[in-house]
Nanobody, 121 residues
Framework: QVQLVESGGGLVQPGGSLRLSCVAS????????MGWYRQAPGKERELVVV???????RYADSVKGRFTISRDNAKNTVNMQMNSLKPEDTAVYYC???????????????WGQGTQVTVSS
């Protein structure tokens, strides 16, 4: 129905950078918010950043000033530039999108499969 495909994870040294991308495809009428959550081993999933279709953003305090989200509404794509990475940023990062399906007013949340980010020397 709707698929989210992430890319860009990997292994990076502390202080390094990575760029994550997520593309939504399928039976989409419109997308409201898109963003990223992450889940570290033994911890609950937490919001990293969200961006609305109008461009309003909200970042977790732990990533403010280091991560930057951008969005291309025409391509249903969201990107997250992660700079000054720290070991505590190590987690599986999940893209999500709040999608309005054709023929309905309901908003459904879809998730990507997750991409691993490991920050280690």
């Amino acid at each position: 129905q709707v698929q989210l495909v992430e890319s860009g994870g990997g292994l990076v040294q502390p202080g390094g950078s990575l760029r994550l991308s997520c593309v939504a495809s399928g039976n989409i009428f419109s997308i409201d918010a898109m963003g990223w959550y992450r889940q570290a081993p033994g911890k609950e999933r937490e919001l990293v950043v969200v961006i609305t279709s109008g461009g309003t953003t909200r970042y977790a305090d732990s990533v403010k000033g280091r991560f930057t989200i951008s969005r291309d509404n025409a391509k249903n794509t969201v990107n997250m530039q992660m700079n000054s990475l720290k070991p505590e940023d190590t987690a599986v990062y999940y893209c999500y999108a709040e999608v309005q399906l054709p023929g309905t007013r309901l908003i459904t949340t879809f998730w990507g499969q997750g991409t691993q980010v490991t920050v280690s020397s």
